[in-house]
C-alpha cells in the first residue's frame, strides 16, 4: 500500500547548527506534501507544505525541498533552536480536482528532533 | 482565537470496558477530523465529518467504534468494548472547510490495561 516514511527516527543538533529532516514517499499521486511539528503532549502543528510541482518552498527559518524523481521531501530547519525541539511529521495527500484543499492527510512515522543548548 | 478542545486529556480502563472522548472544534469550521495516534507512529484518519455528515469513516473499526456530531459542533468518539491495541492518542482536529488547514487538539491518552 502507499505509504509515508522517514529515513532517520532521532536527530540531535546543537543549538545554532542548521538541521534537515528527510522522508521518503512512495505515492506518486500525491499532491500536496506537509511538515508538522509535535511537541510533547501537544497535537500537531503545521509548518509549511508543498504543491507537486514545485521543489522548493521557503517559509520564516524552514525550508522544504521535493525531489520527485526520488520521492523525498525534507525540511530544513536553520539556526535551530531549543524551542524546535519535537517530533516532525511528513504528510501527503490528494489535493481537490481544482487544487485548492487537501484530501486525506497520510502521516509518516515521525523524526524526534532534540537541540542541545 | 480559542483552539480545538477536547476531554478528557488522559483515560485508564480495563480491556473490554467502554470510553467515551469529546471534541469542541473551533468556533465555525465545518469539518472535524478524529484521527488515532499509536505511540511512535504518525496520526492516522478514524472518521472525517462535514457538518454533521459523515465524509470519510473507512478507517473506523465500526465494530467497536463509534462517532456523532450531532449539531454540526461537538463531537464524541466512543469505543465499546475497549482491547489493549486501543491505546494511543485520540486527536481531534478541525478546518474551516474540507481539506483546509487543519487545526489540532491536544489529544486524549487513552491506555487499556
Known amino acids: 500500500g502507499e505509504s509515508v516514511g522517514l529515513h532517520l527516527p532521532t536527530l540531535s543538533v546543537q543549538e545554532g547548527d542548521n538541521s534537515i529532516i528527510n522522508c521518503a514517499y512512495s505515492n506518486s499521486a500525491s499532491d500536496y506534501f506537509i511538515w508538522y511539528k509535535q511537541e510533547s503532549g501537544k497535537g500537531p502543528q503545521f509548518i509549511i507544505d508543498i504543491r507537486s510541482n514545485m521543489d522548493k518552498r521557503q517559509g520564516q527559518r524552514v525550508t522544504v525541498l521535493l525531489n520527485k524523481t526520488v520521492k523525498h521531501l525534507s525540511l530544513q530547519i536553520a539556526a535551530t533552536q531549543p524551542g524546535d525541539s519535537a517530533v516532525y511529521f511528513c504528510?501527503?495527500?490528494?489535493?481537490?480536482?481544482?487544487?485548492?484543499?487537501?484530501?486525506?492527510?497520510?502521516f509518516g512515522q515521525g523524526t524526534i528532533l532534540t537541540v542541545h543548548p | 482565537e480559542a483552539g480545538v478542545a477536547q476531554s478528557p486529556r488522559y483515560k485508564i480502563i480495563e480491556k473490554r470496558q467502554s470510553v467515551a472522548f469529546w471534541c469542541n472544534p473551533i468556533?465555525?469550521?465545518?469539518?472535524l477530523y478524529w484521527y488515532q495516534q499509536i505511540l511512535g507512529q504518525g496520526p492516522k484518519l478514524l472518521i472525517q465529518?462535514?457538518?454533521?455528515?459523515?465524509?470519510?469513516d473507512s478507517q473506523l473499526p465500526k465494530d467497536r467504534f463509534s462517532a456523532e456530531r450531532l449539531k454540526g459542533v461537538d463531537s464524541t468518539l466512543k469505543i465499546q468494548p475497549a482491547k489493549l491495541e486501543d491505546s494511543a492518542v485520540y486527536l481531534c482536529a478541525s478546518s474551516l472547510v474540507a481539506g483546509g488547514l487543519t487545526f489540532f487538539g491536544q489529544g486524549t491518552r487513552l491506555t487499556v490495561v
Open positions: 504528510a501527503e495527500t490528494r489535493g481537490n480536482a481544482g487544487g485548492t484543499s487537501y484530501g486525506k492527510l497520510t
Open positions: 465529518f462535514q457538518n454533521n455528515g459523515v465524509v470519510d
Open positions: 468556533s465555525g469550521h465545518a469539518t
